[in-house]
């Protein structure tokens, strides 16, 4: 990660408050182990959201190693699960550690399926038809996740004759959430095209290669001019940035700096970032729209 570029991870404060709304609920209020590992906990958290270079592994960022290092990890969280598992029919739990032991086996998987989707290799989908494919599959994920464990709750309401507040709901609501957040991006991007509405910029950029980032110069409608940095573009896409000096928006203006060809089959999605004079030539997550409605 560039100096240039970098961030604070400021997702990782955020996961650290959601921990300890959740604990304080499930302790019923602030107890000794609160006072304890509260203040340790936040000491961590900052340091990993202001620390520039730390592992991967440690951040949840994505993973740079080779192959053989991502076969091996994924190996070893799936043993990690088996053994988890085999203790578990070895040794089953009675009484309260049946909840303690649902909750312990719903962390380990749920940090199993996040590391695994970060050291499996990822290849940046192109392809409108893709779009449409992973937007469907995201609908279908996403309800098939709150039919299961609903159904998972009322199973064990019939069997146990009792609830389990925190073994099925939370890693329930989170894997949601998750899903939802995932539907809602690819959908603005789905909704840019199914517009079918198309708008022509002059841009320019150096040294455009297909497959590769881009970062360049964009004249957005109202003569706002910006800088932008899009994702492995396709070849069409870099062809005519390349050639015309041009971009074509779907759906603009959009929350996103949607670009493709109206005859074409790929698209990219871009980043923005407002050029001020005097100021710092970087491109941020700022709003496409928020961009749009300063013309």
């Known amino acids: 990660m560039s ?17 300890v709304v959740v604990h304080l609920v499930a302790s019923g209020g602030w107890t000794t182990t609160t006072t304890v590992m509260a203040p340790i906990a936040l000491v961590v958290t900052l340091v990993m959201v202001f620390v520039r270079r730390l592992p991967w592994w440690l951040t949840g960022e994505a993973f740079k190693g080779g192959r053989f290092l991502r076969v091996a990890g994924i190996a070893g969280l799936l043993l990690l699960d088996v053994v988890i598992v085999a203790a578990l029919v070895v040794h089953p739990p009675h009484g309260g550690d049946v909840a303690n032991a ?4 719903a962390i380990f998987f749920g940090g199993t399926a996040v590391g695994v989707y970060s050291l499996l290799p990822k290849r940046p989908v192109t392809r409108r038809s893709a779009l449409r494919r992973r937007y469907r599959i995201a609908t279908a994920l996403m309800w098939a996740t709150v039919g299961l464990a ?20 939370v890693p329930a609501a989170v894997a949601v959430l998750a899903l939802a957040w995932w539907r809602s991006n690819l959908g603005t991007v789905a909704r840019c095209f199914a517009s079918d509405s198309w708008t022509p910029v002059a841009a320019a950029a150096f040294d455009v290669r297909p497959g590769e980032p881009v970062n360049g110069w964009a004249v957005l409608p109202g003569d706002v001019r910006i800088r932008f940095h899009l994702s492995a573009v396709p070849a069409d896409i870099a062809a005519e940035l390349a050639g015309r ?9 959009s929350e996103y700096l949607v670009t493709g060809l109206p005859e074409g089959t790929s698209y990219a999605v871009g980043l923005i970032g407002v050029h001020r004079r005097g100021g710092k030539k970087t491109v941020t997550h700022e709003s ?4 749009s409605s300063r013309a």
């Open 3 to 19: 100096d240039e570029r970098w961030r604070p991870r400021w997702w990782l404060l955020g996961n650290f408050g959601v921990i």
């Open 102 to 105: 649902g909750v312990g086996v």
């Open 150 to 169: 609903l159904g998972g709750e009322v199973a064990v309401i019939v069997t146990v004759g009792d609830w389990l507040p925190w073994v099925l709901p």
């Open 245 to 253: 000096r041009r971009l074509w928006l779907a759906g603009w203006p």
């Open 288 to 291: 496409a729209a928020s961009v």
